[in-house]
Every structure is written in structure tokens, then in C-alpha cells.
């Protein structure tokens, strides 16, 4: 792949830092008898930390909802969630009660691209072959749950995993050719190769390995369903299977995979949802 020109990197790095959201404000949450919702709020992207009495069973659109054993639970939303989510809740007397809420929408920055060569927007089937091996790695990482002695660590935030400026936010999206491609689900941070990348809470490693559109890419488990990824790095300190403390060095910042320059991208997911690591990290010092 050709490297794009300077004046072509200048107007990308641009777009992106003009892809912020002009929204990003939350619906107000429902009062719920044995639920305290503690931080976060209900908007695309965004995290809700809540804690249930002891004993309470809880139901997100008619599936179980994971908790701790002291009744610590998050609800994430997703990039595009237009619809509502209904929360079931049975108090350990046996009383139950449904609540139903919308997440706040956000708005993001959409580029379209057209007169692309169709081998520049639809990869060889060589190619497809990998991405869907590779898709198929990563959705197995990210349904292991046990984040062994540093489960829920993350519920006293997320530290940086890597100082640097930020290139790239939450949300973005292109449109090639009249073909809506993936949005951009991740925070990129700038920084030289090779800058330690370390991680901002704790957990277990679910997924070391060469990805063809990320690179080399780490996903951590942190518990309750909750995992981060760490995109294009240069090299990996540490095996699937490890457990890390807060803080350890995981690895570090490089450009491999589809990437123009060393930066780390830091990803978040949910139960399938890609929720915005900044914004969730925010939710979570602030308690807003």
C-alpha cells in the first residue's frame, strides 16, 4: 500500500479530530427499588456502573445480566443504539419491576470517498479469508469472562494505557464508493515507536496475535463482560492466558497492520457493544 501524501495525511489527521461528537450528553436514569446507579450515563458509546442488594436478579433485554458477588453491574451502549434497552429487575423478596431507556445519540463525522479502484475497497478473497479468521479469533477472545484476582478493577477507572496526543476519536466512519465501512471504534494516541503500553486496569489475556487490519493486537478481559484492546503494536511483553496488574507494561506502541504512523488504538467492548474508551473513562473519574 502506497503511503498517502503529506497534504492528504494533513487533511486525514484534520478529519479525524473534527469527528468528535457534537453530542454526547446522557438521558436522565430511571429510579429503580435495590438499584444505585453509581457513575456513567445512558448515551451512544457511553457506561452506566449501577449496584444491586444482594440476592436481586437482573435482566437486560430478557438476558441475564452479569454482576459481582458485591452487586456491581454496567450496562454499555453502543455506537448506534436507537433503540431503547429494558432493564428487568426481581428484589431478593421476589418483586419485580421493568424500567425502559433510551441512550443519548451522538452525532460523528462521515466521509465520503467515491472513484476508488475496487481492489482499494473490496480485498482479494485471499485477504477476506484472513479478516474472517481473524474476526472469528477475536469474537472467541472476547466471550472469556474470568479475569482472575483482578476482576472489576476497572470500577476504580481506567488509567492511560500510553501518553501521547490524540489523532482519532470514537465514532468516526467512511464511506467508500457508496459502501459504509466500519466506524471507527477506538481512541488512537500518538506516540513514538516503541513508548511502553501498559495497562489502565487490571485483567487476564484473551487474545495475542498479527491481525491483518489491526496488527499485532492484545485483548484484556477485565471482568463483567468488559475488555479493552490494544491496536498496531510494535511488540507484545506479555502471553494469552497472562494475568496483569494495573499498570504492568503489556507491550509496545508501533504501526503495524493498516497503519501510517506509530500510535496505539485503545478499544473498548461490551457484550458485543463497542462502547468510546475515552468518554467511558471520563464516566468513570467524574461519576457523571
Do not use: C
Request: no cysteine.
Amino acid at each position: 500500500m502506497t503511503k498517502p501524501s503529506l497534504f492528504r495525511s494533513v487533511f486525514l489527521a484534520m478529519a479525524i479530530l473534527l469527528a468528535a461528537p457534537l453530542h454526547a450528553g446522557g438521558t436522565k436514569l430511571p429510579e429503580v427499588a435495590g438499584v444505585t446507579w453509581l457513575a456513567g450515563s445512558a448515551v451512544e458509546g457511553g457506561m452506566i456502573l449501577g449496584r444491586a442488594e444482594p440476592g436481586t436478579g437482573l435482566e437486560l433485554d430478557d438476558a441475564a445480566l452479569r454482576m459481582a458477588t458485591d452487586g456491581h453491574f454496567i450496562i454499555g451502549f453502543h455506537r448506534d443504539s436507537d433503540d431503547p434497552v429494558r432493564l428487568a429487575v426481581t428484589t431478593p423478596s421476589g418483586n419485580e419491576r421493568t424500567v425502559t431507556f433510551s441512550a443519548g445519540q451522538r452525532t460523528y463525522d462521515i466521509q465520503r470517498i467515491d472513484g476508488l479502484k475496487r481492489d482499494h475497497v473490496t480485498p482479494p478473497q485471499a485477504v477476506l479469508d484472513r479478516i474472517g479468521a481473524d474476526s472469528a479469533a477475536v469474537r472467541a477472545a472476547r466471550s472469556r469472562e474470568e479475569a482472575g484476582r483482578h476482576a472489576g478493577d476497572f470500577l476504580k477507572g481506567f488509567d492511560m494505557p500510553v501518553t501521547g496526543r490524540v489523532t482519532g476519536v470514537y465514532g468516526s466512519q467512511r464511506i467508500l464508493n457508496g459502501e459504509p465501512r466500519q466506524p471507527h471504534y477506538g481512541i488512537d494516541i500518538a506516540a513514538p515507536r516503541g513508548t511502553p503500553v501498559t495497562a489502565p486496569a487490571g485483567g487476564r489475556v484473551t487474545l495475542v496475535r498479527d491481525l491483518y487490519f489491526s496488527g499485532w493486537t492484545i485483548l484484556l478481559t477485565h471482568g463483567l463482560g468488559l475488555n479493552s484492546a490494544f491496536l498496531h503494536l510494535d511488540s507484545v511483553t506479555v502471553a494469552e492466558g497472562d494475568e496483569v496488574a494495573r499498570g504492568a507494561m503489556i507491550g509496545t506502541v508501533g504501526s503495524t497492520g493498516r497503519s501510517t504512523g506509530p500510535h496505539l488504538d485503545w478499544r473498548l467492548d461490551w457484550q458485543g457493544r463497542r462502547l468510546d474508551a475515552a468518554l467511558v473513562r471520563t464516566q468513570l473519574a467524574d461519576g457523571s
